[in-house]
């Protein structure tokens, strides 16, 4: 997950058709232009444009040039005329790339590219941030298999979340104290809770605020969720994991007193302690895996690692059993580049 922007967006030039030995008479006439794309570079002028057109916004962060999740969701979803066909009605599309090659993209967009990165946390690739005209981001997810097929209803399934928020938060408009910070945290509750974590943190202030008694458990979940960001940062700036890193994530679970699909997120910051370099690790990485979703296997926590991460691992193991000279496994969806 990094720099700057994309060039399948780029308009195609005009292709003129030969010319005749005559002048204009003998010309034929000149290919139609393609169409302009639906996708922009511009969060800003995009935001604008949902306000005036009653739509929300979709934002695609991609390496375009590296992440083959990315480019596998461009073009199995993201490109097909069924989605742009469809998502243009209800979405104003906006592509956030970082390829590794910096020279795709003008420098006032990597810039651009990369605060817009930074204001929303994201920290794998490929994510896709959905958000209200007002610039609020309600969901976000990723590569999912199946095509149009299956992601057109998903996002479907994802605006119903940013209609539960919306009506909670119109009702504490009007509302006071307590009363306000509960359908505050109502509207919290509809929406992931690591996107309210990394994105909504002032909006769990403001029910701190006004009523500290806290009796949904918001706040709280969220201050936890808040420290558990802070611990995944901590583990991961140095570049090598530390080599306390399992110590210190069982550290933090002992304190926390995490349960649940809680405990499994904590758990899954041990994988830093593991990088896949030797069959040990991988070993590790694997048992601690199967201890997490072992903890609850039916949170998304869990499913994710059962679908995704579980067997990327179990691929790297079979890249330790193969003779040398093999392929290495595939890198998994979110991970950094190599």
Known sequence: MRHSRSIPLLLLCMVLAGCGAHGGADRAPAAAAQ???????????????????????????????????????????????????????????????????????????????????????????????????????????????????????????????????????????????????RWLAEGLSAMDDDLVAACLTSVVARVKALDPNDPSGVVRKFEYRAKLRELEKSLSSAGAPPADAAQRVDAFIAASRAAGEELQKAMLLKLVAYPPRTADNVEAAIRLLEEMIAVDPKTATA???????????LRYRERFQRPPGGSPPPTPPGAPPP
Do not use: M
């Not at 243009?88 to 651009?112: C, G, H, I, S, W």
């Not at 499913?303 to 691992?313: D, F, G, N």
């Open 303 to 313: 499913l994710r690692a059962k679908s995704v991460i579980l067997p990327a691992a």
């Open 35 to 181: 169409p302009a794309s639906p996708w922009s570079n511009d969060f800003d002028a995009a935001k604008a444009a949902a306000g005036r057109q009653g739509k929300d916004v979709l934002v695609f962060f991609t390496g375009s040039d590296w992440c083959p999740w990315c480019i596998r969701l461009r073009n199995e979803v993201l490109d097909t005329p069924e989605f742009l066909a469809s998502a243009v009605q209800t979405f104003v599309l906006v592509e956030a790339d970082f390829p590794r090659n910096r020279t795709l993209l003008p420098a006032a967009v990597q810039v651009r590219n990369e605060k817009l990165k930074n204001a929303f946390s994201i920290e794998g690739f490929p994510t896709v941030l959905l958000l209200d005209a007002q610039g609020r981001p309600y969901a976000r997810t990723g590569y999912l298999t199946g095509g149009t097929t299956n992601y057109l209803p998903h996002l479907a399934a994802l605006r119903q979340v940013r209609e539960r928020r919306d009506a909670a938060w119109s009702k504490a408009e009007a509302a006071q104290g307590a009363e306000k910070a």
